[in-house]
C-alpha cells in the first residue's frame, strides 16, 4: 500500500490569524494544571459538583485532528487532548440521530426505537417522550441546563423540543442540516425552511452570522451571565463540519495549497470549529469555572469521505458499520482528573456518558430504568478498569437485506440478510450490508476524485454476509476470520439474538405534508398536538383522532406510498 506524504504548512500559515485566531504570544489559555514537573498528584477534587461542557462534532473524520496525523490545524483539540486524556477505543454511531439519542437517553438505539436511520424533517417522530434525559437528570441534581446547536431528535410536537426535554435554553437547529449563514434547510425540491431557533422562537435575527462561530458566542455569553458557583451544564453540538461546505474565507486562505476543493473547505470548517473551543475554553478560565469543570469532547459519526472527510486509516465512512463509520474522536480535559496526560484503551460507548456525568454530577440513578452505558469515570480519571466488556453497534430490520444473507449462514439463530453489529472483547462481528468498506487516504490529491479510484477498493466483499475482525489486533478491518474462528461467530451471534429479544418496534413513520415550513410560517417547527396525533406503533402509521378534511391531508396518502418506495434507498 502506498503512502502518501501529507502536505505540510509554513510557520506563517500556522500563525495565520482569522476573526478567532489564538493569541500565541500570551500565556497558553489551556496551560498544564494537571501536576508539576516532578509528577506531584493533582489536588482532590472539590466538593462542589463540577461544571459539565460536553462538545459534540458533527462528520467530523476519525483522521482529522491533529493529533491522529492530520494535515488538518487543530492546535486547540490537541492541547486539550495532550493535557487531558485521550479515548483511543471510543465509539459512537455511523449517523446523527442514533448517536445523538444515545447520548441523551443512554440507552442502544434499540431500546429507543430510532435503530434505523435518523429522525427526517417531515417525520411524525421524535425521541421517545417516556424517556428521561440527560440533562433531566441534571437539573434534577440542581444544574442549570443549556443546549447550543444541532438537535435531531425530532420536534413534530412542542413536547419534543429541546427546552422540553431538560434544557433551560437552547439556540441552535432543529434538523439535521442547515445553511451556515442563512439556516435555510431543504427537505427535497421546494419543501424549504428557515431552521434556527432560540428557545421556542425562530431566531430570524441571526440570519447571516456563521453558526460556529454564532454558537460559540452564545456559550460565552451563557458563562458570562452564570454564577459559576452554581453548576451548569452545556451540551454544544456544532453543526460543523457537517454538509454544506461552507466557511469563513480567513480560514480557507490558509489551506490554498490543498488541491482538492472540498478537503480545502472542509479542512477550513474544522480549523474554525477549533478556534471556537479555545473562546470557549478562554471563557471558562475567565468567568471562574474552569478549575471546576469537565469537558468532554466528541464526535457523531465517521467523517463523509465524499464532503472532505478522513477516517484514515480505518475501513468506511459515515453510514457504515465498518471502524470509519463507528469509531470516534474522543477525549476528556479536566483539571479534576486524577491521571491526566494519558491515552486509555479503555473500551468506551457513547451511551456510557449518560451514567457518568449523571454520577460525577452527584446525581441519582437509582430510579432510572436499565442504561445500556456504565460509568466509565474511575476508567478515565485513574486508569481503573473499564466495566464495558461489549458494544451493541446496531440491529436495523429494515435496512436493505443482504443478497447473500439467510438464516443458514446464521447457524439456524440468526438471518445474517439483516444488517447488525456487535463487539465483544477483542472481536468485531458484522451481518447483512455493513455499508460502504473501502479504504481511503486523506483527499488531498489534485485530480480528485478521478484518480482515488486507484487506491484501495474492494471487489468482492458484497458476496459474503457475515464478517469477523480482530479489532485490537487488526483495527483496520483487514482480515476477515469467519471462516476460521466459527464458535466466535456463532457465539456474538447469540448475543445479536439476545440483544435482538429485547429490541421494541422500529420508530419510522412515513412523512406528513402538514410538516411543510409554507404551512408554518417559512420555518421548520412543530406541527402536531398531542389532540391531533397518537402514535399506533410500527414504523409507518399514526391515528388522527379528530381527522379534518383539508387539502394537505389529503396528499398524506400518496406521499406515504411514495415514501414506502423511495425509503429503501435513502440514507
Given at each position: 500500500m502506498a503512502v502518501y506524504a501529507l502536505t505540510g504548512f509554513s510557520l506563517v500559515s500556522l500563525l495565520s490569524f482569522g476573526y478567532l485566531s489564538w493569541d500565541w504570544m500570551k500565556p497558553s489559555l489551556v496551560a498544564d494544571v494537571s501536576a508539576d514537573s516532578m509528577g506531584k498528584p493533582a489536588p482532590p477534587a472539590p466538593a462542589r459538583p463540577p461544571h459539565i461542557i460536553f462538545i459534540l462534532t458533527d462528520d467530523q473524520g476519525y483522521h482529522d485532528v491533529g493529533y491522529h496525523g492530520s494535515d488538518i490545524q487543530t492546535p486547540t483539540l490537541d492541547r486539550l487532548a495532550a493535557e487531558g486524556v485521550k479515548l483511543e477505543n471510543y465509539y459512537i454511531q455511523p449517523i446523527c440521530t442514533p448517536s445523538r439519542s444515545q447520548l441523551i437517553t443512554g440507552r442502544y438505539q434499540i431500546h429507543t426505537g430510532l435503530q434505523h436511520s435518523i429522525i427526517r424533517p417531515r417525520q411524525p417522530n421524535c425521541l421517545p417522550l417516556d424517556h428521561v434525559t440527560l440533562p433531566q437528570k441534571l437539573q434534577e441534581a440542581g444544574y442549570s441546563t443549556h443546549m447550543v446547536g444541532k438537535w435531531h431528535l425530532g420536534f413534530y410536537r412542542k413536547e419534543?423540543?429541546?427546552?422540553?426535554?431538560?434544557f433551560d435554553t437552547f439556540l441552535g437547529s432543529l434538523t439535521g442540516n442547515v445553511d451556515y449563514y442563512t439556516y435555510d434547510n431543504c427537505d427535497g425540491p421546494g419543501v424549504c425552511g428557515y431552521d434556527l431557533h432560540d428557545g421556542e422562537n425562530v431566531a430570524w435575527e441571526q440570519s447571516g452570522k456563521y453558526s460556529t462561530v454564532l454558537y460559540a458566542q452564545r456559550v460565552s455569553k451563557i458563562l458570562a451571565t452564570h454564577n459559576p458557583k452554581k453548576p451548569i451544564f452545556i451540551y454544544l453540538?456544532?453543526?460543523?463540519?457537517?454538509?454544506?461546505l461552507q466557511s469563513p474565507k480567513e480560514y480557507i486562505y490558509r489551506y490554498r495549497s490543498m488541491g482538492n476543493v472540498a478537503r480545502r473547505k472542509y479542512a477550513a470548517m474544522v480549523t474554525c470549529m477549533d478556534e471556537a473551543v479555545k473562546n470557549i475554553t478562554w471563557s471558562l478560565k475567565k468567568y471562574g469555572y474552569y478549575d471546576n469543570s469537565v469537558i468532554v469532547?466528541?464526535?457523531?459519526?465517521?467523517?463523509?469521505?465524499?464532503?472532505?472527510?478522513s477516517n484514515w486509516p480505518l475501513r468506511g465512512r459515515k453510514g457504515t458499520y465498518w471502524e470509519g463509520g463507528v469509531r470516534g474522536i474522543g477525549f476528556v480535559h479536566s483539571p479534576l482528573i486524577k491521571r491526566r496526560r494519558q491515552t486509555s484503551r479503555a473500551l468506551i460507548h457513547i451511551t456510557d456518558w449518560y451514567p457518568t456525568l449523571v454520577n460525577l454530577a452527584g446525581g441519582n440513578l437509582s430510579h432510572t430504568e436499565r442504561l445500556d452505558g456504565y460509568n466509565v469515570w474511575p476508567s478515565i480519571s485513574e486508569g481503573k478498569e473499564c466495566p464495558r466488556t461489549e458494544i451493541l453497534h446496531n440491529i436495523d430490520p429494515l435496512y436493505n437485506h443482504a443478497k447473500y444473507g439467510s438464516l443458514e449462514n446464521g447457524f439456524g439463530i440468526w438471518n445474517t440478510a439483516v444488517q447488525a453489529s456487535i463487539r465483544r472483547g477483542d472481536w468485531k462481528l458484522l451481518t447483512g450490508d455493513p455499508g460502504y468498506s473501502d479504504w481511503i487516504p486523506p483527499q488531498t490529491l489534485t485530480n480528485f476524485p478521478g484518480s482515488w479510484w486507484n487506491l484501495e477498493r474492494l471487489t468482492d466483499g458484497m458476496r459474503k454476509s457475515v464478517w469477523l475482525f480482530n479489532i485490537t489486533a487488526d483495527p483496520y478491518e483487514r482480515y476477515d476470520l469467519s471462516d476460521q474462528r466459527p464458535d466466535i461467530v456463532r457465539a456474538l451471534l447469540t448475543r445479536l439474538v439476545h440483544y435482538n429479544q429485547t429490541a421494541i418496534?422500529?420508530?419510522y413513520p412515513a412523512e406528513n405534508p402538514r410538516a411543510h415550513p409554507a404551512f408554518n410560517g417559512g420555518a421548520w417547527g412543530p406541527w402536531a398536538t398531542e389532540e391531533e396525533e397518537e402514535w399506533e406503533g410500527g414504523h409507518g402509521r399514526l391515528k388522527n383522532k379528530n381527522r379534518k378534511k383539508c387539502k394537505i391531508c389529503k396528499l398524506h396518502s400518496f406521499f406515504r406510498k411514495l415514501n414506502t418506495r423511495l425509503m429503501s434507498n435513502r440514507i
Open positions: 419534543c423540543l429541546p427546552t422540553r426535554r431538560g453540538a456544532f453543526q460543523a463540519v457537517h454538509t454544506p469532547f466528541s464526535t457523531d459519526n465517521g467523517g463523509q469521505t465524499f464532503s472532505g472527510g418496534p422500529v420508530r
